[in-house]
Each structure stands twice: as structure tokens, then as C-alpha cells.
């Protein structure tokens, strides 16, 4: 499994047809002060999957890391991969909603997201204070 597209947005959806629509993608955060509390952010994932894992399930996982590599967060679940019609391919949309996600100070966070335990996709995401407001 690949995942060519891995990004944190404000908001994502899957419309019909499994047309994937993504709002407001960014790795950067400015922020007033510290801690500070993200009420609502969407990581996005698109995973390719190789005709070899068809008809098996992937342990997911996606940690949120600092810059010393502590965890802050960690989030586990589970993917079917189906047997697709003859000549098409499997393709995943995942969105994960995270709601009231802590940020102790700013510096470089990453998400990282594991399949069936290797890496295979990060996100960095930098935390910064505002200028001109005060720690």
C-alpha cells in the first residue's frame, strides 16, 4: 500500500461517485498563545493499493509527533481491501476527524502514518506563536 496523498486539512469529504473534496490544506498554524487547543482538523489520506494485498486487512495507525520525537497523540483502526471488478484498482479515501487537538508549545509536530506498523506517509506541521502576542 501507498499513499501518495497524505495532507491536514480544516475540513474534507468523500461526495458521490468517491470524488474526494479537501478545504484548507495547510502545515503551518499561527497561534496566540500556548497551550493551545485546535478545536477541529481533518487529516487526508489517498491510498493506492497494490493488486498483491487485495482481499486483506491493514492495521493502520497515525501518531502526532514533536520535534524530540515524543508522541502527543496516536490513533489506531483497521482496513478491509476488497477484490475489485477486473481491470480497475483499489483506491481508499480516508478522512480523520480530530477534534480538540493539544498543542503544549509551539515548534515542528508530524503526523505519521503507519501500515501494519512501517511508515509510509508524514505530514510535518509547524506550530507557531503570532506575532506580536505574547507567550
Excluded at 495547510?26 to 496566540?32: A, I, V
Excluded at 481533518?42 to 493502520?60: F, Q, W
Excluded at 480530530?98 to 506541521?125: C, M, S, W
Aim: proline share 9%; net charge negative.
Amino acid at each position: 500500500m501507498e499513499i501518495p496523498l497524505a495532507v491536514v486539512a480544516d475540513y474534507a469529504n468523500v461526495a458521490e461517485g468517491g470524488k474526494l473534496n479537501i478545504m484548507g490544506v495547510f502545515d503551518r498554524m499561527w497561534c496566540p498563545a500556548f497551550p493551545i487547543t485546535h478545536p477541529q482538523l481533518s487529516i487526508v489520506l489517498k491510498m493506492e493499493v497494490d493488486p498483491a494485498e487485495y482481499n486483506s486487512e491493514k492495521a493502520m495507525e497515525i501518531k502526532l509527533l514533536d520535534a524530540d520525537g515524543d508522541q502527543k497523540w496516536a490513533m489506531t483502526w483497521k482496513v478491509n481491501i476488497g477484490m475489485p471488478p477486473p481491470g480497475q484498482r483499489v483506491h481508499i479515501n480516508q478522512i480523520l476527524n480530530l477534534q480538540n487537538t493539544q498543542f503544549e508549545k509551539p515548534g515542528d509536530y508530524v503526523f505519521v502514518v503507519l501500515v501494519n506498523g512501517d511508515p509510509k506517509a508524514r505530514i510535518p506541521l509547524k506550530v507557531e506563536q503570532a506575532q506580536g502576542a505574547t507567550p
